[in-house]
C-alpha cells in the first residue's frame, strides 16, 4: 500500500502414499461422523469389514485421501477400496489402504448409488436449508448463497474467508482499515510523485449505512501504457442485494468535475476483476494534475460521493431515490 498521505475528511500435491495415514480423521458440518467412530472404536476387536448401522452412504463416498465426496469416474483397487480420480493420481496409482495398484478399475455400483442419494448442501450450518440430488450438489454450492465471502481487501492475497460481520472485524483489527458511519464521504488524496504508479492499491474505507457495508477503493494502476487512477464501490453480501443500491462519485478542480453514477458490484466479484472491467470512475493522469492544479507535480484529488436505496415507486412502478440521512 502507498506511504503517500491519504486523509479522510468525512492442497496435497505428489503426495507419496506410504505418508498417507490408514485413519484419517476429519470434521464434517454434522455430527454423524462422531457417532460413527465411536461405533467403530466399540467394535474395533471384530475381524473383518462391517458395515454398522450408523455408517452413512455419504462417508463411503468419501474419498480416503481429501476426505471430500467422491464423483465419477470413482476408482476402486482389487480389493474395493475406493479413491476419487484426483487423489490416484496423487498417489501414483497405489491404494493408499492396502498398497496395491490400483489400475483402472470404476467403481460402478457406488457411482450408481450416488445417483439415488439427496444430500443438503454444505453450508446448512451457515443457513441454507436447500437439499439436492448428489451430483447437483457440487454446483449448488458453488453459486450458493450463503457459502463464506472472501476478503476484500486489495492491498495482499489475503485468504481469509468468513461471513460479512466476521469480515468487517477482520478489515477493522487485522487489516486496519479505516471505518465510517453513513452515505457520503469526502476523501482527498495526496501523492508526491504522481508518476510512479506500479499498480499500487491505494485505499480502502468501509462505510456502513442502511444496515449494510460498503467498500470504497481507491487505486492507481497502469492502463495500456497510460497510468489511471481509478474510484469505485464494492457491496458487502450478493448481488442480488447489491443491485438495490445506487452511488455517485465526483472528482474536481479548477472549475472542472467528472461525475460517476453506477450500482455497487458485489464483494462476490474480485477487486481485481472490477477493476479490470473498469466498472467505475477513471481518471486519466493528466485529468488528475489539472484537477490538483498548481505545478502540476503533486497529485491532491478531493473525491466526494453517495450512496442511496433505489426503493419501488407504489404508484408509478418505477425507483425512487432513498438518501440516507
Known amino acids: 500500500m502507498e506511504s503517500d498521505s ?3 475528511i468525512s492442497s496435497l500435491d505428489g503426495i507419496d502414499v506410504d505418508e498417507i495415514p490408514h485413519h484419517i ?20 476387536n471384530n475381524s473383518g469389514i462391517a458395515i454398522h448401522p450408523a455408517t452413512s452412504v455419504h462417508e463411503l463416498l468419501e474419498c480416503p485421501v481429501c476426505t471430500n465426496s467422491m464423483y465419477p469416474p470413482i476408482h476402486q483397487c482389487h480389493n474395493g477400496h475406493t479413491i476419487c480420480s484426483t487423489c490416484k493420481e496423487r ?21 450408481k448409488v450416488a445417483e439415488s442419494l439427496e444430500l443438503p448442501c454444505k453450508y446448512g450450518s451457515l443457513g441454507c436449508p436447500e437439499i439436492f440430488p448428489y451430483y447437483s450438489k457440487l454446483k449448488h454450492e458453488a453459486m450458493c448463497n450463503f457459502r463464506p465471502y472472501n476478503c476484500p ?11 460479512i460481520p466476521y469480515l468487517v472485524a477482520h478489515l477493522r483489527d487485522d487489516h486496519k482499515v479505516d471505518m465510517h458511519s453513513g452515505c457520503t464521504f469526502n476523501h482527498r488524496y495526496v501523492k508526491s510523485n504522481p508518476r510512479e504508479v506500479e499498480n499500487a492499491t491505494w485505499m480502502l474505507t468501509v462505510f456502513n449505512c442502511f444496515g449494510q457495508y460498503f467498500c470504497l477503493h481507491f487505486e492507481a494502476f497502469q492502463l495500456g501504457v497510460a497510468p489511471v487512477y481509478m474510484a469505485f464501490l464494492r457491496f458487502m453480501g450478493d448481488e442480488t442485494d ?11 478542480g479548477n472549475g472542472r468535475k467528472l461525475i460517476w453514477e453506477g450500482t455497487p458490484r458485489s464483494i462476490r466479484d474480485s477487486h481485481r476483476k472490477v477493476r479490470d472491467s473498469h466498472d467505475g470512475l477513471i481518471i486519466q493522469r493528466n485529468m488528475a494534475l489539472f484537477f490538483s492544479g498548481g505545478d502540476r507535480k503533486e497529485l491532491k484529488l478531493r473525491v466526494t460521493g453517495k450512496i442511496w436505496k433505489e426503493q419501488q415507486n407504489p404508484d408509478g412502478g418505477a425507483c425512487i431515490p432513498n438518501l440516507c440521512s
Request: aromatic letters at 6%; one cysteine or more; charged letters at 20%.
Open 25 to 44: 480423521v476429519h470434521s464434517q458440518f454434522s455430527s454423524s461422523k462422531t457417532s460413527h467412530n465411536n461405533n467403530k472404536n466399540n467394535n474395533s
Open 6 to 8: 491519504i486523509e479522510c
Open 91 to 111: 498417489v501414483h496409482n497405489r491404494c493408499p489402504t492396502c498398497r496395491q495398484e490400483l489400475g483402472d478399475i470404476r467403481c460402478l455400483a457406488l457411482e
Open 242 to 252: 447489491a443491485r438495490n443500491y445506487s452511488y455517485s462519485l465526483e472528482v474536481g
Open 153 to 163: 481487501y486489495a492491498g495482499s492475497e489475503c485468504s481469509i474467508v468468513g461471513d
